[in-house]
């Protein structure tokens, strides 16, 4: 199980309407360790010299060419892609993350998460987050992405190629993987995150506002029986706030009940957060 930690009228919404938000990287708080991320990712490439025997010599070539012409600033050179960011937690009690997204979290099945993202293609994923603690580990794990990852996507799109220039699928898969570091001072979130890349005037793309800036987000459809968890954070009168949960919860079971479809009919649980509430 992970948990998305939000308000409470976002619960609402996410349960009434089986839809997620995710946000657009480049508005995101963190995106200085995303940057830190592709350099990593980008270096490691780089000196990477273990590619597989059927890996053609013109494909590896283009590889490294193609890294160093985007550099450490490549949006500078080619159009940033659209990636957009959901974040979860393995943690299903956080103080923290109480007290800086909403006293409500919503706990999702990870498997049923997970094969629904994946079904979509190779730039929708599922990816846990690798917290940057040091120089070595942190290679360590930008090697382990490129072996499982990268190499097997970049070949993929090589072959598929007329022209052969792997310049654009590089940076793509680069930024989506770079979305996966964070710094070492949130290791406590236990983080794990859905990424959908897009191009940039796809019609699906919506916009909010915060502030005085429009916000990209994309609204993802999750499957009913995915959600199925509803935790209340540390508020001051758990008694009404559960009862009244657990009446929208059982006003969503109904609802799922009664579409006919087994798969639907997974229960919803309504708990309270074992925190104790503090009145400052």
């Known amino acids: 199980m992970i948990y998305h930690y ?24 963190d995106t200085e360790e995303s940057k830190c991320g592709y350099k990593i990712i980008k270096d490691t490439l780089l ?23 985007l550099g450490d600033n490549p949006e500078l050179i080619i159009e940033p892609p659209s990636i ?24 999702i099945d990870e498997n049923t998460l997970k094969t629904e993202i994946e079904r979509h293609g190779d730039t929708n994923i599922f990816l846990k987050c690798h917290y940057i603690t040091n120089n070595k580990e942190s290679v360590n794990y930008a090697i382990s992405i490129i072996k499982s990852f990268l190499l097997p996507l970049l070949l993929s799109a090589w072959v598929k190629l007329d022209d052969k220039n792997i310049l654009g ?29 897009s191009i940039w005037n796809d019609e699906r793309i ?42 929208f919860a059982n006003s969503i079971v109904m609802g799922r009940l009664k579409s006919g479809n087994d798969k639907n009919r997974a229960a919803l649980e309504v708990r309270c957060s074992e925190i104790p509430f503090r009145s400052i």
């Open 84 to 107: 957009f960011v959901a974040s979860f937690s393995k943690d299903k009690d956080s103080l923290s993350q109480w007290r800086s997204y909403g006293m409500h979290a919503i706990g």
């Open 6 to 29: 939000t308000d409470l009228n976002a619960v609402k919404l996410i349960f009434e309407k089986n839809k997620l938000w995710l946000t657009d990287h480049r508005f995101l708080n």
């Open 206 to 247: 919506k916009f909010r506002t915060r502030g005085d800036y429009l916000i990209p987000y994309w609204e993802l459809d999750i499957p009913q029986q995915a959600l199925r968890e509803i935790v209340i954070g540390p508020v001051e009168d758990r008694y009404l706030a559960e009862t009244s949960l657990q009446m």
């Open 169 to 197: 699928h590089l940076y793509l898969y680069l930024i989506i993987y770079s979305m996966g570091f964070k710094h070492a001072g949130f290791r406590d979130e236990s983080e794990v995150r859905i990424i959908i890349a």
């Open 47 to 69: 000196e990477f010299s273990d590619f597989p025997l059927n890996y053609p010599q013109d494909l590896i070539s283009d590889i490294k060419n193609s890294l160093i012409f």
